[in-house]
């Protein structure tokens, strides 16, 4: 059973917005406003499922200010409506529905402070609301609050807000751009990669893959129109890979590094993409960027945990060695340099920097295994046992 004042919405948003998919994929990418209300009209539909009833009497000039809201909003009067719910939560804070009409009417009129206050409110009421979530997450977006923004985007995604691929697409990109902006490159391309296996696409998409790829916090407003034009280049080459069409992702990149020979950070995009598929073929495009750009830390530490990777831990002495002098902080670095150092006779400075890893990332799997690999050489049998035990539980 739905609130009695719902209906009406329920009509608009049917009209509107509940037509073939490829019609909604088309509107996500052709203009931001309707891009907004289709996300909105869709997480209505979404979220209005688990409402549970209004009060079965409400006073009489409750129920008219909430006909005179439902009409104003209907007929397109944006800022009445707006006045009217406002009224309406006031008379009566535990009115779920109002808080839902404001918070979607403030997000789609710009209006992101307010929309945030809306639908904290609501989740005050319905703490688990994934719909609420992502959209008091897309307005802390607007509003810069990023941090906040990454939480409620994450959070409503592991609630399923982004299960319906008409929701998916919105989310999902924000929340790459989130991640990538907060250094959490890898999780960034992961929800490329899943819209990308979708066929999903979005206005600077491709820039956002390019800026993740390239261990960039940017976003892609921020970058110079002249450089644009190479970003979107090296986006759709990675966008392809992405999406698992490997040899026209070869053909993009073979035909960016053959007109950019010196630019940098190319051939790392390219390097951190096969990474988690083929060390080596990894390895051979960290090595081209470093012809390029031979002090850049990402490189050699990519480069060295590759080699590490491969087995090569001689070879792979040199890039981190080298990496570590530029960012010694780095996690990466840390941990190429660590099991780099580790087996190659060098084992309590290895597990020092291996310690330091796991201290800030305790879910790190490589670095378990170096310290698993140190105590079996030490003929520290209880402890290589107990650090196995460890990778076992975080490779399931």
């Not at 490329?192 to 976003?219: C, E, H, K, N």
């Not at 470093?290 to 050699?300: F, Q, Y």
Request: charge should be negative; aromatic fraction near 8%; include cysteine.
């Amino acid at each position: 059973m739905v609130f009695s004042g719902i209906r009406p919405v329920f009509i608009q948003y049917r009209q509107t917005l509940f037509f073939p998919c490829r019609q909604k994929l088309a509107l996500f990418t052709s203009h931001r406003a309707l891009r907004r209300e289709l996300a909105c009209g869709l997480l209505l539909a979404l979220w209005c499922g688990g409402l549970s009833n209004a009060r079965a009497q409400n006073t009489e000039s409750f129920s008219e200010i909430v006909s005179q809201a439902a009409a104003a909003r209907d007929a397109g009067d944006i800022p009445l409506a707006i006045g009217l719910y406002t009224r309406t939560v006031q008379l009566k804070p535990d009115w779920k529905e109002g808080w839902w009409n404001l918070g979607v009417l403030q997000y789609n009129s710009g209006q992101y402070a307010g929309g945030i206050d809306a639908f904290t409110h609501l989740l005050q009421l319905i703490p688990t609301a994934p719909p609420a979530m992502a959209l008091r997450g897309l307005c802390e977006f607007e509003t810069g609050a990023y941090d906040d923004s990454l939480r409620d985007l994450e959070m409503s995604v592991a609630h399923g807000a982004a299960n319906d691929p008409r929701n998916e697409q919105n989310i999902r990109f924000h929340l790459a751009q989130l991640l990538a902006h907060a250094g959490k490159f890898q999780g960034a391309l992961d929800q490329y990669q899943i819209l990308a296996t979708r066929q999903l696409t979005a206005p600077d998409m491709m820039i956002g893959i390019s800026l993740a790829g390239m261990w960039v916090r940017s976003f892609s407003t921020g970058i110079p129109e002249d450089d644009r034009e190479l970003y979107q280049a090296t986006g759709s080459a990675a966008y392809s890979f992405l999406g698992g069409n490997s040899q026209k992702a070869d053909d993009l990149f073979a035909e960016i590094f053959a007109s950019h020979p010196t630019t940098p950070h190319l051939h790392f995009l390219y390097g951190f993409l096969l990474f988690p598929h083929d060390s080596s073929l990894a390895a051979d495009q960290l090595r081209k960027e470093l012809i390029v750009n031979p002090n850049d830390e990402n490189a050699n530490s990519m480069l060295a945990l590759a080699l590490v990777l491969g087995g090569q831990f001689k070879d792979a002495l040199e890039p981190a060695k080298r990496a570590y002098t530029f960012a010694p902080k780095l996690e990466i670095t840390q941990l190429a340099l660590g099991r780099a150092l580790a087996e190659t006779g060098d084992r309590e400075s290895g597990e020092e920097l291996l310690r330091k890893v796991i201290e800030r990332d305790p879910g790190s799997l490589e670095a378990h295994l170096g310290l698993a690999s140190i105590y079996s050489q030490n003929g520290n049998r209880e402890e290589a046992n107990h650090e196995r035990k460890i990778c076992h539980e975080l490779a399931k």
